[in-house]
């Protein structure tokens, strides 16, 4: 069965970096898309970054361009979120999903498959 593990959560100073890292029990090469999204208390789940991963091209929510970037690497089978400058509002589970088959990227019924999660704070 298909499974999605992240981490590299955690907490730090707004301004700061994180990394996170999102490992698949499958081949990420069988995924259309990667994607990074993210959920606030009291707020929508959302979009925050993909990856084609037969091509590499990527997509960004506007919240976060240029100071996020994703990436995936073959050979370990993951894909990773370099986050830099965290702000406040950058607060929230981070999860990573698959999709088997194209559509909107930033669509969350589109994704089948959802990791569990993990915690990014960045305080003031």
């Known amino acids: 069965q298909v499974q999605l593990v992240e981490s590299g959560g955690g907490s730090v100073q707004a301004g700061g970096s994180l990394r996170l890292s999102c490992a698949a029990s499958g081949y990420i090469m069988n995924y259309n898309f990667m994607g990074w999204f993210r959920q606030a208390p009291g707020k929508e789940r959302e979009g925050v970054a993909a990856i084609v991963t037969s091509s590499g091209r990527t997509y960004y929510s506007d919240s976060v361009k240029g100071r996020f970037t994703i990436s995936q690497d073959n050979a370990k089978n993951t894909v990773s979120l370099q986050m830099n400058s965290l702000k406040p509002e950058d607060t929230a589970r981070y999860y990573c999903?698959?999709?088997?088959?194209?559509?909107?990227?930033?669509?969350?019924?589109?994704?089948?498959?959802w990791g569990q999660g993990t915690l990014v704070t960045a305080s003031s």
């Open positions: 999903a698959a999709v088997l088959s194209a559509g909107n990227w930033a669509s969350v019924p589109g994704y089948k498959y």
